[in-house]
């Protein structure tokens, strides 16, 4: 860990200015991926600006029945929000399917889009890493590689988006408020994070000097068909191997009416395909079409060796998923048994 | 043989509870002294070949920063190898901290940086420069095991395998049952709560005080007077409170050398403290191939066991552990042949953890176990009862006891065994196969020198001593209990002493032998306290016990009197007072007696019963319910000893589907060397774990009847798992740890396989 500079801000702008005037400037949230980070030498902040006094901890609600979750709100206080429970239950499933209580408690909203990948090797600053270090290369190309990604890799990075809740997020088409130096706008979460292409060290679509200010949640609540189907190497406290959150609306004979699937844990952004999911539009909500939906979906999945397990377990999960989402019995996190 | 007791055998909570909780128990990273220095390693970042410069001087700017030690400028330490070898060192070169610019593995240390803070001293290791001349690395087991030889020296006598019996394979061709598999366990990192951290108090007439995590003081200080050429008289060690260990601090760690080197050097003291990430660097249970070959005759009984083992060890010592003699001990059979060799890698040397070796050995064995009850079509229980036997076949001796028939049979019960349906998947619950799998544990039980002082006060008190340790076990507490039923006092009255190189002399903790040696040595010295009581008694004048022996007295509630008739006897203080001394202390001592040795062998065996659910789909396993039956001689406390036991199985529940490093071979080196990643069960994935106790009458394993416990909880733990995952989905899956992705890639159907 190096030296560095430790600010308070008390305004959004305030915020905003540090970071947009210092290239080497860091927003220090809850602090449970950024500290680890800079432990590990990964990213050396000349400057922190801690933006926990500012006054984005609230969920609000909205004229339409949405709400705005404030950019601070902690993971727990989103999972366990009574308005969240109720209309967007899938996201509070997916917050409280990741990491622990302890770490839920201190992360926050913000944080939690902008965590960075846990890949191994980004996190080891003696290999080379396109993310941390660009055009040093891949380490985990022909590496260590079961836990990385299998669908929209790149030659030059194959690491994944860690969260659930962006999962969840995803599915529920939320929108991302920022604010930089240039005012005010929105970004459609699933243009928010980005694929690695040949910029693997851009997680986001976040211009220099933005910062979230709050998560949007508008649209359909899928309230009564969803789920969050998380599998992972040990019941708790460990990073999604494959995820999916399914939510769906069904006609009264049957059909599928709106179909929403995500993906977690298999490429570096959570993955949602909305052509793919207009195609079954009509389709009977049943195990064959659900069948037919995951291979759609992963139909250009590749592995990279050790993770080609991800793509069977990856399509199992879907069709699982699907059929606890079309049933209207979501997984329930604190059920061991897959539902 | 503890004759009364009151005390010993009730489940009383830990004495040293109260201070660990409240955080005053203080550990080895916890002390400070006046103006002390802290020091912070840097790691070597290549698994082979030699440093060809290193640049130290921004380091040596940067602020806070008091010295830079290398291998170039490292202060001079002993010449011999033997020298380095500490009280538990295996055959081979000791590592040596900086002796010259070779490196040995990925992670070895090759800079200490001391600082004024320990932010300052990690800070500036990061800007040492480094160049490197790096070699190929070669850590793949699974590449290498054709370089594997037989260890020129054994480690000690009982691990080298036992002459070959019978005519094994000869038996094995003729059998109609047979069963031959390979199994491979992958390396496992020691990450108990407390890092390795030392911290050196120089005094004023340069004597020093270590405080260090390790299994053993008497170790850490004979280890460095003896690479320093330091006055033994001039250096004490304390382990007073040891945050877990499990055989990761039986030898002395690096930054025990770098903190007394550095505190020597600048004649100040200095703290060295470990990181997470340097647990993955340290004693690791080494990576395994084993091959089994099973034979039976149409009733089951084995005709033939053929068990060879193959492990990892560095390239600077051969690390050595009893893998595979285990299946020519557990079971009846007249032909077996057992060989074990060991292999080079660019790695730190491997060392114990939790049941070295056998939990390695029996989870290949039980596993094979479990494939031949299949093979022969017989419960696996019942396989296991028709090839018991209650002799010692590799050394052809007696056993001391072995109530092992008493675990199968109250484990079976306990978890309703009865009621399982032998074939593979014919159990479900919703989504899941329900698998139910068992297996024997065995450990051995040992009795290693140990000496002990006790101190009787003429107002009644107690003060237990000794050099043994603590390291989570229950130490403090048993040896307590041992000391109150000697004085028939209450718990509270005896104070307990250790974790100290200037207290009588102990081996280092390890390999359950704590509890058997050093309470037997408490026992001995409170049997001479109370002999010197009756030679003071029979001075008395008109002494009631003038006629007397050693054998016919005790104490009872102050009194030294007649273990016939309480009745008769004197008052401690009187005895003392008419003496004039004011305490009796008498050190006692015990070693193992070569006349039972010699006709005799001693173990600890277990039952394992484990249920397993698993998705039928999603091949996602999770264990739900584990009985452990466990016969270990007497149990002198049953809540420290019970937890004990479930520490254990927790463990077995880690090697068996979680833990694992996840090694890149082309660099050398684990990639997830944190606990994040480095995966140990979580809460939620430990459910029920029921602990038995079977009582065994041994008067010869140890003189307490003791065997030990700090073991056996994990032995089988694994394999009874793997079992159980084979009797859900009817998937063998013969490589450790059971991960999803194994039992899914042997659940595919033929449409999803990828290409
Ligand atoms: C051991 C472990 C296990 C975990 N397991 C899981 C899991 O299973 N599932 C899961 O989803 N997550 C998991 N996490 C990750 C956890 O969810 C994140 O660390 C957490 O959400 C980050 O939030 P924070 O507030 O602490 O962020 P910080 O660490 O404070 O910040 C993270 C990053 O976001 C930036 N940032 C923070 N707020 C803003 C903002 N408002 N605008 C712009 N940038 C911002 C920071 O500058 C930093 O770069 C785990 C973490 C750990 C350590
Ligand atoms: S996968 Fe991405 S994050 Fe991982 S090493 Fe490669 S470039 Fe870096």
Redesign the interface.
């Known amino acids: 860990?190096?030296?560095f500079s430790y600010s308070r801000a008390e305004t959004v702008s305030d915020a905003v200015a540090a970071l947009a005037s210092n290239p080497e400037a860091q927003l220090l949230a809850g602090g449970t991926n950024l500290v680890d980070l800079m432990k590990y030498?990964v990213t050396r902040p000349g400057a922190i600006v801690d933006i926990n006094r500012l006054p984005l901890k609230e969920i609000e609600d909205l004229p339409n029945g949405g709400l705005r979750i404030g950019a601070l709100a902690s993971n727990s206080a989103v999972a366990y929000d009574p308005r969240v429970q109720e209309r967007y239950p899938l996201l509070s499933s997916a917050v409280l399917a990741g990491a622990?209580a302890q770490l839920r408690n201190a992360a926050t909203t913000g944080g939690n889009i902008l965590q960075r990948t846990?890949c191994?090797?980004f996190y080891?600053p003696?290999?080379p890493c396109n993310k941390r270090e660009p055009g040093s290369g891949c380490?985990a190309i022909?590496?260590?590689n079961?836990i990385q990604a299998i669908l929209g890799a790149s030659d030059k990075c194959i690491a994944v988006h860690p969260s659930d809740m962006c999962v969840a997020l995803a599915a529920l088409d939320a929108v991302v408020e920022v604010e930089g130096p240039d005012g005010k706008r929105d970004i459609p979460f699933t243009e928010f994070h980005r694929l690695p292409g040949d910029r693997p060290e851009s997680d986001n679509t976040m211009a220099r000097g933005e910062m979230v200010t709050a998560i949007r949640l508008e649209g359909n609540h899928f309230a009564s068909h969803y789920t969050y189907l998380k599998?992972r190497?040990?019941?708790?406290?460990?990073f999604a191997?494959v995820s999916v959150a399914a939510a769906m609306e069904v006609s009264s004979d049957g059909a599928i009416v709106d179909l929403r699937v995500a993906l977690g844990g298999v490429a570096h952004k959570p993955w949602r395909d909305k052509l793919a999911e207009a195609e079954f539009a009509g389709q009977p909500a049943n195990e064959e079409t659900f069948r037919q939906v995951a291979r759609r979906l992963l139909a250009g999945a590749k592995?990279q060796g050790e993770n080609?397990?991800k793509?069977?377990?990856a399509?199992?999960?879907i069709?699982?998923a699907l059929k606890q989402a079309a049933s209207g019995r979501p997984q329930d996190q604190s059920v061991?048994?897959?539902? | 043989m503890l004759n009364s007791s009151k005390v010993v055998g009730l489940p009383l909570s830990r004495i040293d509870g109260p201070l660990k909780v409240t955080g005053r128990a203080k550990y080895a990273a916890e002390h400070f002294g006046p103006g002390m220095l802290q020091g912070y390693v840097l790691f070597s970042t290549i698994a082979t070949g030699r440093i060809a410069e290193i640049d130290t001087s921004e380091a040596e700017r940067f602020p806070g920063v008091v010295k830079v030690y290398t291998h170039e400028n490292r202060p001079p330490a002993a010449k011999k190898d033997e020298q380095w070898k500490d009280e538990v060192a295996v055959p081979g070169h000791p590592f040596r901290p900086l002796e010259n610019d070779r490196v040995l593995y990925d992670g070895q240390p090759i800079a200490l940086v001391v600082a004024d803070s320990f932010e300052a001293a990690r800070d500036a290791t990061s800007i040492i420069r480094v160049r490197y001349e790096a070699g190929e690395p070669h850590t793949d087991l699974k590449r290498e095991q054709d370089n594997s030889y037989v260890p020129p020296v054994p480690r000690d006598k009982q691990m080298a395998p036992p002459p070959p019996r019978g005519n094994p394979e000869g038996a094995f061709a003729q059998a109609p049952h047979q069963i031959s598999a390979t199994y491979s366990l992958e390396g496992e990192y020691h990450n108990p709560m407390e890092l390795f951290g030392t911290t050196v108090i120089f005094g004023q007439d340069g004597e020093l005080t270590i405080y260090d995590k390790s299994q053993g003081s008497q170790n850490s200080h004979d280890t460095v007077c003896k690479i320093f050429g330091l006055d033994p008289e001039k250096v004490v060690a304390h382990n007073e409170f040891v945050g877990g260990a499990f055989g990761s601090g039986l030898r002395p760690k690096y930054q025990l050398f770098f903190a007394v080197m550095a505190s020597l050097d600048m004649k100040r003291s200095v703290k060295v403290e470990m990181s997470r990430r340097e647990m993955f660097y340290l004693t690791w249970r080494p990576t395994s191939i084993q091959n089994l070959s099973l034979a039976a005759d149409a009733e089951g009984r084995l005709q033939s066991v053929m068990h060879h083992a193959m492990h990892a060890t560095s390239q600077y010592e051969d690390y050595q552990e009893n893998v595979a003699n285990w299946s020519g001990l557990l079971y009846k059979c007249d032909n077996v042949k057992i060989t074990y060799e060991i292999t080079k890698l660019d790695v730190s040397t491997p060392g114990d953890m939790r049941a070295p070796g056998a939990a390695t050995g029996v989870t290949a064995l039980e596993t094979a176990m479990d494939e031949l009850a299949y093979e022969v079509g017989l419960d696996p229980v019942e396989l296991r009862i028709r090839n018991f036997i209650h002799r010692d076949q590799n050394q052809d001796k007696e056993i001391t006891s072995k109530a092992l028939h008493a675990c199968y049979r109250e484990g079976a019960a306990r978890f309703g065994w009865s009621e399982r349906v032998m074939q593979p998947r014919s159990m479900r619950d919703g989504n899941d196969l329900v698998g139910w799998g068992m297996a024997t544990g065995v450990w051995e039980a040992q009795l290693s020198p140990a000496e002990a002082r006790v101190r009787l006060s003429s107002d009644g008190k107690v003060v237990v001593s000794a050099a043994a340790s603590d390291i989570g076990t229950g130490t403090y507490t048993i040896l307590g209990q041992i000391g109150a039923d000697a004085f028939d006092l209450p718990l509270h009255a005896v104070s307990v002493k250790i974790g100290q190189s200037t207290l009588p002399k102990t081996a280092v903790q390890g390999g359950s032998w704590t509890a058997a040696s050093s309470g037997s040595a408490v026992q001995v010295a409170s049997r001479m306290v109370i002999a010197t009581l009756l030679r003071h008694a029979q001075k008395m004048e008109n002494s009631p016990l003038a006629k007397a022996t050693e054998e016919q007295v005790e104490v009872a509630d102050g009194r030294l009197v007649l273990e016939a008739n309480h009745q008769v006897g004197v008052a401690i203080s009187d005895i003392m007072d008419a003496a004039g001394v004011t305490f009796i202390e008498e050190n006692g001592k015990v070693e193992p007696d070569p006349s039972i040795q010699k006709k005799f062998s001693a173990y600890t065996h277990s039952g394992v019963f484990v249920e397993v659910k698993v998705d039928e789909e999603l091949c996602r396993p999770r264990v739900t319910r584990v009985v452990i039956a466990v016969a270990a001689g007497k149990i002198l406390n049953p809540k420290t000893a019970r937890s004990q036991i479930l520490g254990g199985v927790v463990m077995g529940l880690g090697m068996a589907l979680y833990e694992e490093g996840l090694a890149d071979h082309r660099i050398g080196r684990i990639m997830n060397p944190n606990i994040a990643e480095y995966h140990v069960p979580a809460h939620a994935d430990v459910e029920d774990i029921e602990v038995i106790f079977i009582e065994e009458d041994d008067d010869k394993a140890s003189p307490i009847g003791v065997k030990g416990l700090g073991e056996i909880g994990i032995v089988g733990v694994a394999a009874a798992v793997s079992n159980a995952i084979f009797h859900a989905t009817g998937s063998r899956i013969r490589s450790f740890p059971i991960t999803l992705d194994k039992i899914l890639a042997d659940n595919l159907l033929e449409s999803e396989t990828v290409q």
């Open positions: 860990m190096r030296q030498n622990s846990r191994y090797y080891d003696s290999t380490g022909g590496g260590v079961r599998l190497d040990r019941l708790s406290y460990a191997l592995g080609d397990f793509i069977p377990l399509e199992r999960s069709i699982r061991k048994a897959i539902q």
